[in-house]
T-cell receptor, first 114, second 113 residues
Framework: EPEVTQTPSHQVTQMGQEVILRCVPI?????FYWYRQILGQKVEFLVS????????KSEIFDDQFSVERPDGSNFTLKIRSTKLEDSAMYFC????????????FGPGTRLTVL | DAKTTQPPSMDCAEGRAANLPCNHS???????VYWYRQIHSQGPQYIIH???NNETNEMASLIITEDRKSSTLILPHATLRDTAVYYC??????????????FGTGTRLTVIP
């Protein structure tokens, strides 16, 4: 069964450094999403992406964040200058052909900012 | 804000049916009810969704009341691996720009041996 994959599974970085989290969505899916979950808190929406542009973003997704689909398979989340409060699990998701199709999630990347 | 209300926790004996309730009294006619679960800190796993009719798949059954104000997710024979946080989410069927899923606090289901 096709699934969303994410790399790395765990990323440790120093405050102020740039990080790129990578995702490979399900191959025939057209909509891509990033969510995050701070330890012990709810899963929160960050951004959705379709047709090479952001279709929706939350208040969390400020200028420090960017997303890109650099090629036909990868979808990335970049944090330009990490802060301690960016430490969280980051989940990528994808859905098939409309934004209302079922979203399927990857296993997540645990980001630890020191 | 959350459109759903779920009990914070439930226990279920292994092998028995787990019935997880969800209230969504303000649900609109164009909103689906989705269920996801999250095992430990893994990515949310899709379980099932429905609009009006009851639905069943290999994982679970979804029973939606006739007025659509509440629903119940049924895991027919719970196993220890079903221990997880279960999220009930309502979501529009049309493209409003509201693409995101809103996760509340869910119900923590513990399956007891």
């Amino acid at each position: 069964e096709p699934e969303v994959t994410q790399t790395p599974s765990h990323q440790v970085t120093q405050m102020g450094q740039e990080v790129i989290l990578r995702c490979v969505p399900i191959s025939n899916h057209l909509y891509f999403y990033w969510y995050r979950q701070i330890l012990g808190q709810k899963v929160e929406f960050l951004v959705s992406f379709y047709n090479n542009e952001i279709s929706e973003k939350s208040e969390i997704f400020d200028d420090q964040f960017s997303v890109e689909r650099p090629d036909g398979s990868n979808f990335t989340l970049k944090i330009r200058s990490t802060k301690l409060e960016d430490s969280a699990m980051y989940f990528c998701a994808s859905s098939k052909s409309t934004s209302t199709d079922t979203q399927y999630f990857g296993p997540g990347t645990r980001l630890t900012v020191l | 804000d959350a459109k759903t209300t779920q009990p914070p926790s439930m226990d279920c004996a292994e092998g028995r049916a787990a019935n997880l309730p969800c209230n969504h009294s303000t649900i609109s006619g164009n909103e689906y009810v989705y269920w996801y679960r999250q095992i430990h800190s893994q990515g949310p796993q899709y379980i099932i969704h429905g609009l009006k009719n009851n639905e069943t798949n290999e994982m679970a059954s979804l029973i939606i009341t006739e007025d659509r104000k509440s629903s119940t997710l049924i895991l027919p024979h719970a196993t220890l691996r079903d221990t997880a946080v279960y999220y009930c989410i309502v979501r529009a069927t049309y493209q409003t720009g509201a693409n995101n899923l809103f996760f509340g606090t869910g119900t923590r289901l513990t399956v007891i041996p």
